[in-house]
């Protein structure tokens, strides 16, 4: 027998009594174990293209982060009733770990922070609250926001046109008030501004009609809905109309050419940087307080299918 042959056996007898000692002891070969997380995203935005995209984004970080994800939007439980405080609530007794709040009331915001134990996680998406509870902010930057607007309508504009600020009676409070920045910053850059508000999306035809007859107005709004009504019921290019949301109705009116431009947030990277962040936190990889602030893009009907704008409004293609 060969030295060659003799180690062979040496090592296939050790071999042998590695087995016997694993199969006559408890020893198991076990996967690390992984952490699921119970997170629900809650938002009262409109059910619309910006939405599809906020929730496939939240999806694709559930997947990577291991996350069970419940996504739910107000405009799903209007039959019933509630608020976004109601819907918060119910999870909390559902027994979820960490939520992502959208909410457009900020006393209502601040109400349904109170609600929340204290070590539960709940990243803020596109809405403005004090509490220890708050782990991070998504959303745009909004003195970035508000400049970007300013000098998009500066462009636009044609000598002494004035801009009407176009929003609804139960139009959220963040709303109103991110309008009324943008009035004083236009109105510090010489801009005569003038607020709407109107009692529904169905009365843009009365107050579009005079205004059309008039011209030299620039129509804005941060109300989607009332931005798609806006655009609809827009016949002539006598004024001009921009504002900031997404939905499969304003591209339709950006292909016509009713709208001048619309502010576009990136909700796909917006949806899945709130989960991200309130997985990591459940998962303690990573416990530092953040504001991210996710980029947009001005869509007009030129650069509506560029590339660039593409990845953003449609990130399924």
């Known amino acids: 027998m060969t030295i060659k042959q003799k180690v062979w056996i040496c090592i296939d007898v050790l071999i042998l009594i590695l087995l016997y000692f694993i199969s006559s002891t408890d020893y198991v070969w076990r996967e690390k174990e992984i952490y699921v997380s119970n997170v629900v995203f809650i938002t009262d935005s409109p059910r619309n293209a910006s939405a599809l995209n906020l929730e496939a984004g939240a999806e694709k970080a559930a997947q990577r982060y291991h996350a069970d994800l419940k996504f739910l939007s107000l405009e799903d439980y209007i039959a019933q009733k509630v608020d976004v405080q109601t819907l918060v609530e119910r999870e ?51 003195e970035e926001t508000l400049q970007k607007i300013l000098q998009n309508i500066l462009e636009i504009r044609k000598s002494r046109e004035n801009v009407l600020l176009v929003s609804q009676k139960n139009t959220g409070e963040s709303i109103m008030q991110f309008q009324e920045a943008l009035s004083l910053l236009l109105n510090q850059n010489g801009v005569e501004t003038k607020s709407v508000s ?120």
Request: glycine content about 8%.
């Open 92 to 142: 909390l007794e559902n027994g979820c770990d960490g939520i992502v709040l959208q909410c457009n009331d900020d006393k209502q915001t601040k109400a349904i922070l109170q609600k929340v134990p204290i070590g539960l996680p709940v990243i803020l998406y596109d809405t403005e609250g004090e509490s220890p509870r708050i782990k991070s902010f998504v959303g745009m930057q909004k």
């Open 198 to 317: 109107l009692a529904n999306p169905q009365e843009a035809g009365t107050l579009l009609n005079g205004l059309e007859q008039k011209g030299g107005s620039i129509l804005f709004t941060t109300d989607v809905k009332m931005f798609e009504a806006l655009a609809e019921a827009k016949k002539t290019n006598a004024i001009s109309l921009c504002g900031i949301g997404w939905s499969g109705k304003i591209r339709t009116e950006l292909e016509k050419g009713h709208i001048q431009w619309a502010l576009v947030e990136n909700h796909y990277i917006s949806g899945y940087e709130s989960v991200r962040k309130v997985a990591e936190f459940l998962n303690r990889k990573n416990l530092e307080e953040e504001k991210l602030y996710t980029e947009s893009v001005m869509v007009t009907q030129q650069n509506l299918y560029q590339k660039e704008t593409e990845f953003i409004l449609f990130p399924f293609v």
